[in-house]
């Protein structure tokens, strides 16, 4: 008995997928991280960027203290989705 249409697209689109999946193994290519994750890396990097640019311009000791605190006590903690 041959399948349908609509199932036998279905296997192939499942064959193709699975390939791909085959492939990415055999590579061992990372999955790509979600969304969540790319944006608390990016919070993080221009957060270390901001406090690199700020002794850059040389602010006192306590205001990188309190840069940094800021950064780690509200930025982060509420980017942090995951």
Known sequence: MEPSAP???SQEEA???FAQAEAALD???AT???ADVRASRTIRMLGEEYLKESLAR???PRTMEQRESRLNAHI???IRLG
């Open 58 to 60: 040389g602010k006192q």
């Open 7 to 9: 199932a036998r697209a």
């Open 27 to 29: 590579t061992e290519q």
């Open 32 to 34: 790509p991280v979600g």
């Open 15 to 17: 064959r193709r997928i």
């Open 76 to 78: 982060l903690p509420t």
